[in-house]
T-cell receptor, first 111, second 111 residues
Framework: SQQGEEDPQALSIQEGENATMNCSYK?????LQWYRQNSGRGLVHLIL?????REKHSGRLRVTLDTSKKSSSLLITASRAADTASYFC???????????FGKGTTLSVSS | DVKVTQSSRYLVKRTGEKVFLECVQD?????MFWYRQDPGLGLRLIYF???????EKGDIPEGYSVSREKKERFSLILESASTNQTSMYLC??????????FGNGTRLTVT
């Protein structure tokens, strides 16, 4: 069962531009997490935002959460070629026991 | 730094073989997870384990089983490998209510 869905599926930008990825989810959440996956590797946790938070920053990352719309966005500012990766949002399943991931957004940053 | 190690990066097996995918974590994490990742389908949860000798089915457990005899090790077993189990398999672990730490994955090909 897919809880989160990222949009767009793919995004291509130039270095220095900002990249915005969106995530929509279906049921109520306690928190939402974003992960990054470099090609052929495992996922790496980026940031967690709790349901009572609206915005959170970590370096060049900014995450927003709108629980009324059941959506979140991940903004990467001043992107670099090294940001090229797939980005996934994840929320807990209904039992609250395991993370369920969306299908991801593939970001390509060209220099 | 947390390390989740999957025993093989690439594995080629024949249809009908019994296949063992091994995962070891070094941070005394209680929870461990197995996902498979396929193009266009994202990550799907196969099985997870709260603690030693405990296991729970995820969204797609059919054709798989798991074993967790020791806290640090979580094995995924394909009882009789089939071609539709060709995939990237990702193991992850975490402390309760903390983000996931992933291994680098095992790319399994069943011929």
């Amino acid at each position: 069962s897919q809880q989160g869905e990222e949009d767009p599926q793919a995004l291509s930008i130039q270095e220095g531009e900002n990249a915005t990825m969106n995530c929509s989810y279906k049921t109520s959440i306690n928190n939402l997490q974003w992960y990054r996956q470099n090609s052929g590797r495992g996922l790496v946790h980026l940031i967690l935002i709790r349901s009572n938070e609206r915005e959170k920053h970590s370096g060049r990352l900014r995450v927003t959460l709108d629980t009324s719309k059941k959506s979140s966005s991940l903004l990467i500012t001043a992107s670099r070629a090294a940001d090229t990766a797939s980005y996934f949002c994840a929320t807990l399943n209904q039992a609250g026991t395991a993370l369920i991931f969306g299908k991801g957004t593939t970001l390509s940053v060209s220099s | 730094d947390v390390k989740v190690t999957q025993s093989s990066r690439y594995l080629v097996k024949r249809t009908g073989e019994k296949v063992f995918l091994e995962c070891v974590q070094d941070m005394d994490h209680e929870n461990m997870f197995w996902y498979r990742q396929d193009p266009g389908l994202g990550l799907r949860l196969i099985y997870f384990s709260y603690d030693v000798k405990m296991k729970e089915k995820g969204d797609i457990p059919e054709g798989y089983s798991v074993s967790r005899e020791k806290k640090e090790r979580f094995s995924l077993i394909l009882e009789s490998a089939s071609t539709n189990q060709t995939s990237m398999y990702l193991c992850a672990s975490r402390r309760v209510n903390s983000p996931l730490h992933f291994g680098n994955g095992t790319r399994l090909t069943v011929t």
